[in-house]
Each structure stands twice: as C-alpha cells, then as structure tokens.
C-alpha cells in the first residue's frame, strides 16, 4: 500500500524591519510607554527612557528583547524587574523595491511580506520579450551606503538551477532587468 506524499510548507521567513516602518511599542503596566514608533529612513528608533536605538534588519523578537534589555540595564523603573515589552508592526511602508528596466509594469512595490526576486518580477508582469534572461541585477545598498550589484539569472532559476540567486529582497533594493542585445 502507498503512503500519500504529504506537502510540507517551508518556514516563511520572519519580517525584518525597514527605515520607514511604523512600530507599535508597549511596555506591561507602563501606559506612558505605549505607543507609535516611526522608523526613520536609516533604521533608528527614539523610545522613552532607552533613547535612540538601531531598528533596522532586526526581527520584531529581536527589538522587543533589546528594547527588554535597556529598559532592564537602564534602572529607570524600579518597579519593573523583567519588563514585558511588546513590539508590532503597524505599517510596513519601509518594505519596498523598485523593479526596472524590461518588465511588463516597471515600479516601486510596497510589500508586509518578504519577496524573492522570481516575485519581484511576477509582480512587475514578467519579462517582456526584449529582456535580457541572463543579465539581470539586483542593487543593493549595504550598513555603509556603498551600493553592490547582485547577478541573477532567470533562465538558471527557473530551470531549477541556481536557486541560491533567487535571494530575498530587502527594503530599497532596486531590480534592472535590461534588454538584450542583439546578435549575442
């Protein structure tokens, strides 16, 4: 007798916070920590009694434990041994990337989710039939604002081939797609 194959989904990958995110942050029993965060365009934070902090590329998780941490190094409630801090996010306008170049809808996307870079070009419409399978980059700017270019090749990609060059994309990160050349 054959056992049915059962389909296994892979973990989605957790939401990373962008520059331009809106966070809402609470701390249990403390009403006056309560409230709206935005993330500014570098990834940084202002919240009572911990100051400025780096937000960007960290986990919701991750911000509630640092949050959690200075508030707890930081002796500034002395009634609250192990603060109970809550991170959500409210608005995820920080999570965009433009797709450019030879593309049926060239643009910017604003995503909650993190989109690889097969996505990204599904959401632009496809190729168009000028594209440049082979040639195709991802721009991404690092911690420092230095720009690297990424290759990505839809023909290996969607043969099932080279897998690892469909990487997930972060927020600011610009697809060209551009055309190809003729008699190549």
Known sequence: MAVPATAT?????????NGGDTLHISVYGERDLDRDVAVEPDGGIAFPLVGNMNARGLTLSELQKKIADALRNGNMLPNVTDPEVTVSLVKSSGNSFS???????PGTYVTDTQVDVM???????????????????????D?????????FDYSAVEDGEKLNM??????????????AGLGF
């Open 9 to 17: 989904a892979a973990p989605q990958p957790l939401y990373r916070i």
């Open 119 to 141: 996505q990204a070009l599904s959401l632009a419409g496809g190729l168009t039939p000028f594209a440049s399978k082979s040639r195709i980059i991802v721009l991404r700017r």
């Open 143 to 151: 911690n420092s604002g230095v720009q690297n270019k990424l290759p």
């Open 166 to 179: 469909n990487i997930l994309l972060q927020g600011g990160d610009v697809v060209v797609v551009p055309q």
């Open 99 to 105: 797709v450019i170049g030879q593309v049926k809808q």
